[in-house]
């Protein structure tokens, strides 16, 4: 069974740095990547970026690209979310998510194309 755990959120100015972690356990050939999402109060679920696990391919959506990085450690199996240049607008509760999608795919972007979820953690941006 998948597990996912994040860590690593907070308060943060605009304009400033903070990296997330997904620590995940149990992954099998069931899982070929590993995603980022954010939820806003009131707002759906939305796609932030995601990370092949065979070859650490990535892909984000445009309201991140360029400031966001996504990468993986092997040997402790975890996931790391880079935020740089922080907005007001990127207060959301971030979660981490693991499935099997055709990458680059559409569906690739939809919180239904994943099976494990981690709990999420807070990040908040003071204006």
């Known amino acids: 069974q998948v597990q996912l755990v994040e860590s690593g959120g907070g308060l943060v100015q605009a304009g400033g740095s903070l990296r997330l972690s997904c620590a995940a356990s149990?992954?099998?050939?069931?899982?070929?990547?590993v995603a980022w999402f954010r939820q806003a109060p009131g707002k759906e679920r939305e796609f932030v970026g995601v990370?092949?696990?065979?070859?650490?391919?990535?892909y984000y959506d445009d309201s991140v690209k360029d400031r966001f990085t996504i990468s993986k450690d092997n040997a402790k199996i975890t996931v790391d979310l880079q935020m740089n240049s922080l907005k007001a607008e990127d207060t959301a509760v971030y979660y981490c998510?693991?499935?099997?999608?055709?990458?680059?795919?559409?569906?690739?972007?939809?919180?239904?194309?994943?099976?494990?979820w981690g709990q999420g953690t807070q990040v908040t941006v003071s204006p």
């Open positions: 998510a693991a499935g099997r999608i055709f990458f680059g795919a559409p569906l690739g972007k939809s919180p239904r194309s994943y099976d494990a």
């Open positions: 149990g992954l099998t050939i069931s899982v070929n990547a």
């Open positions: 990370i092949r696990w065979s070859d650490s391919r990535t």
